[in-house]
């Protein structure tokens, strides 16, 4: 009994998992609460459209959308938020790792305080068709205001 | 014997300037000016001219066939048979040339072989130089429009990174990479394509090459192999984009607790010292020396306080004092 009540529960918590991720994120709105929160110590410039592809170096992607918060004092902070198609998504999204790992080295020997920041990064497809790229100095904040705006 | 009039016509290309102001179709202001003949350099040019107009319009490669049509026509109703020489800059700088013949009927770029005037059929090689100087005095620098830099590139370090990411100047390209220093100008690739990052100036033709190296190199035991590396790769650079300007910024101030630590030898004294020779080494080559040094630094040659979260890299307030220095500074 004990085992069926527990299936169902992890059912119930599958089922509404699946259908948060199902909610229309607008990328302007998670955009602004993420940028709310406290962990971004430097002004990040916010850029949509060719400027944020161009900035973000992704060009040659075609996206559905995109938005780029960066900072212009050297820090790493960045949040990338992007609507596409999943397969996109995926490639977008090693590439973010390989950057990541890369701006770990450069930064390293420089100002080791990001290392922690990217080491921390959040990189996330939250939906089939939206991801997540989040440097900051708090992750777990930036978790927290992710699942908030999702079960807004 | 040929009658030869050689007929100089300027068009100066500035840009942003130009279409701002501009309403209606350019070639008709442009034939308009030639007809009117309003513009006459006989004493000042140096060469064959005789006549020279200027037109400030920017125009495409049709209208520039139309508008050597239109001067060939207005030559033949003077029975004179006429060489044309068209000469096209943009901010001073001859971006492209043509050398007309009415008797033969051709027209021919001469971009890539140096100037040629045709004087009673002798052929004279010109010095670009003089006619850019010529240029330069009719025009004085003041005159010129702010710096465009929708053909330019950045290359360098963090800051560079910094100016980039401030979106002041989405127009350029940028090739740079936080740590990124003269030493590794040859081996420094790009963070996701591994491509070498020296091999994306070959990406297209620019006209301004902007480069900004230093900040890494301040504890380098001996600054003379920093300047001997950064000619290196100004050198490459020249070699790639033989047509642009190259402008080397000065290294920026840092503040007074980043002078105190002088972590990795950044101290003012090193940054002045090395600033330097930077300046030296700009008019050893010919380079221009944009001093962003003084542009940020306080009475003391600090960056203040305010003006940094780090004490080295400048908030967006800073960067467009930068920007609109570059754009009254960078003209060439």
Same mark, same amino acid.
């Not at chain 2, 025009?139 to 010129?144: D, Q």
């Given at each position: ?44 410039? =916010? ?6 592809? =161009? ?11 995109? #938005?780029?918060?960066? +900072? ?47 080491? &921390? ?32 | ?66 508008? #050597? ?8 109703? =003077? ?44 052929? #004279? ?47 350029? +390209? ?6 990124? &220093? ?46 001997? +590396? ?27 607790? #980043? +002078? ?73």
């Amino acid at each position: 009994m004990r085992k069926i009540l527990c299936c169902l529960c992890v059912s119930l918590f599958l089922f509404s998992c699946g259908k948060s991720s199902e909610k229309e994120i607008v990328l302007a709105d998670l955009g602004n609460d993420l940028i709310e929160t406290s962990v971004f110590e430097g002004d990040l410039n =916010k850029y949509t459209d060719e400027n944020a592809k =161009k900035l973000a170096k992704l060009t040659d992607f075609e996206l559905d959308e995109i #938005i780029l918060y960066v +900072d212009s004092g050297a820090l790493s902070e960045k949040i990338i938020l992007i609507k596409a198609d999943k397969e996109v998504l995926q490639t977008i999204s090693e590439r973010l790792k390989k950057e990541n790992k890369s701006l770990q080295e450069s930064y390293s020997s420089y100002n080791p305080d990001e290392v922690v920041k990217l080491k &921390n990064a959040v990189l996330e497809i939250i939906t089939e068709n939206t991801l997540i790229y989040c440097v900051s100095s708090d992750y777990q904040v930036i978790e927290e205001c992710i699942q908030s705006y999702i079960k807004k | 014997m040929k009658k030869i009039v050689a007929l100089g016509i300027f068009i100066l290309f500035v840009l942003s300037g130009c279409q701002e102001k501009r309403e209606g179709n350019p070639l008709k202001e442009a034939i308009s000016q030639i007809e009117k003949e309003t513009i006459f350099f006989n004493e000042l040019i140096p060469f064959e001219y005789d006549e020279c107009f200027q037109v400030g319009l920017d125009l495409d490669e049709n209208a520039i066939s139309e508008l #050597i049509n239109i001067s060939y026509k207005k030559q033949s109703e =003077k029975e004179e048979l006429a060489d044309v020489h068209l000469i096209f800059l943009k901010e001073n700088q001859i971006i492209n040339d043509y050398y007309c013949s009415l008797e033969e009927g051709n027209c021919i770029s001469l971009k890539n072989v140096g100037h040629v005037s045709y004087n009673d059929g002798e052929t #004279i090689q010109l010095d670009r130089d003089s006619i850019g100087n010529y240029l330069l005095h009719e025009i004085s620098y003041e005159e010129l429009p702010e710096a465009d830099f929708s053909n330019s590139v950045f290359l360098g370090n963090s800051k560079i990174e910094g100016l980039m990411n401030s979106g002041l100047i989405l127009e350029a +390209d940028y090739i740079c990479k936080v740590g990124w &220093n003269v030493a590794k100008a040859f081996t420094e690739t790009d963070e996701v394509s591994e491509e070498l990052l020296i091999d994306k100036v070959n990406y297209r033709e620019y006209n301004k090459v902007f480069l900004m190296f230093g900040d890494n190199e301040l504890g380098w035991a001996y600054p003379e192999e920093f300047i001997e +590396d950064y000619k290196k790769l100004i050198h490459e650079i020249q070699s790639r984009q033989s047509n642009a300007s190259i402008y080397i910024m000065s290294i920026f101030p840092v503040s007074k607790k #980043i +002078d105190e630590k002088g972590k990795f030898g950044v101290t003012k004294e090193n940054i002045l010292i090395f600033n330097e020779l930077l300046k030296k080494m700009c008019e050893e080559e010919n380079l221009y020396y944009l001093d962003i040094y003084s542009v940020l630094a306080d009475e003391n040659g600090m960056l203040p306080d305010k003006a940094s979260y780090d004490g080295v890299h400048p908030k967006n307030d800073e960067l467009e004092k930068i920007v609109q220095y570059m754009k009254e500074n960078a003209k060439l």
